[in-house]
């Protein structure tokens, strides 16, 4: 007893601190932890290359929309490569910085950068999560109280996401955010209940535009196929992190697919983007590349230029307000699509169609 009384008492905290590191050493091993955080990095660097692709592919074809909706896809992949960056400085500091110390990701310090992260991830979703409630507001005829609970889900995800990030703060070490379960256990979930509604939401409203033609019912099942497909990779992401990072404690596996979240959200929103004309009307890429300022038919009807075609067609928050059809509204009736013969003349116009409901169109 008068031995461990007289110990050096910095004899005595190295002891403890070799201890808890042996004991540290049988739950969080390198691989889990370390190998985790690298293979999440490397696939979140595949993700976001895609992200970049859709990107280009948006600002190749769609050239005639408007500055807001090009600012969007700015700001999305201006804060996705933060956002990457931020993952980046988190690996390269405990892989190459503190390489010496293989354990210094459970007993070294917190790095701001994951945290930070984290905060920019949740920003980014609840900003793809309200574009795509704008879809639901116009396919329910503005339904406020769907629209609304979708709204209110976004912002409490992010409410509960930014709580995480100041707390995170205070933690010492990594492996402290398993102390911060609630509030995570909250972001995920919401995060991904979020996506279930508002896919739930696209797939009733598209359904009641089935009319019984085949023609506009396949358009209908592409736009519930391409609905669905919105949200099942986003929420199995959120899913899939929310099981992992309750039922794994011990270990950062939950981490890898985290990392990929964000990314996931952006390509989400860019690939609703990029299929608007697919969707609309499968001749909108050969009618857009015409020129002119219109064209005038014998009787003063006109058909739409090519810039207003194109703009129409790739008006992201008035996608679904009306479904499209073989005529437009020119009151002769002029078809929409192969409007122009062979020869590149105008063809007569069609006789008018009998009035659709689906059709009906709000400002």
């Not at 005639?64 to 700001?75: A, H, R």
């Not at 209110?152 to 070490?173: C, D």
């Not at 995920?188 to 009641?208: I, K, P, S």
């Amino acid at each position: 007893m008068a031995d461990i009384a007289d110990a050096d008492p910095a004899t005595t905290a190295a002891a403890k601190q070799a201890a808890a590191l042996a004991a540290a050493s049988k739950l969080f091993t390198s691989d889990n932890t370390l190998g985790a955080l690298v293979v999440g990095f490397a696939a979140s660097c595949v993700v976001f290359g895609v992200l970049l692709t859709q990107a280009w592919t948006y600002f190749g074809k769609y050239n005639f929309d408007g500055v807001s909706y090009k600012s969007l896809v700015v700001i999305i992949i201006l804060l996705e490569a933060v956002d990457q960056a931020f993952i980046g400085h988190f690996v390269y500091f405990y892989t190459v910085t503190e390489a010496g110390r293989p354990f210094a990701l459970i007993t070294g310090t917190m790095t701001w950068s994951i945290i930070m992260q984290q905060a920019l991830g949740s920003v980014v979703g609840t900003i793809v999560k309200c574009c795509f409630a704008t879809r639901v507001w116009r396919f329910s005829e503005r339904n406020i109280y769907i629209t609304g609970f979708i709204v209110l889900l976004s912002f409490g995800q992010l409410g509960a996401a930014l709580i995480f990030t100041v707390k995170a703060f205070a933690l010492r070490n990594v492996p402290g955010v398993f102390s911060l379960k609630t509030f995570a256990t909250i972001s995920l979930a919401l995060g991904a209940l979020t996506d279930l509604v508002t896919a739930a939401a696209l797939f009733h409203f598209l359904r009641r535009l089935r009319t019984g033609y085949s023609a506009t019912d396949s358009l209908v099942r592409r736009l519930v196929r391409d609905a669905i497909n919105t949200g099942v990779f986003t929420s199995a992401a959120s899913v899939s992190t929310l099981l992992l990072f309750n039922l794994m404690p011990t270990n950062l596996v939950f981490a890898a697919t985290y990392f990929m979240l964000a990314k996931l959200y952006g390509i989400s929103l860019l690939a609703t983007l990029n299929t608007r004309r697919a969707v609309r009307g499968r001749g909108t890429d050969n009618e857009a590349s015409r020129s002119g300022s219109g064209t005038a038919l014998s009787g003063g009807l006109r058909i739409k230029s090519a810039r207003e075609r194109a703009q129409e067609e790739t008006n992201m928050f008035h996608l679904g307000t009306r479904m499209p059809t073989m005529y437009e509204d020119f009151g002769g009736g002029a078809p929409h699509r192969d409007a122009w013969d062979d020869d590149g003349d105008v063809k007569a116009p069609l006789p008018p169609p009998p009035p659709r409901a689906y059709e009906r169109q709000w400002i």
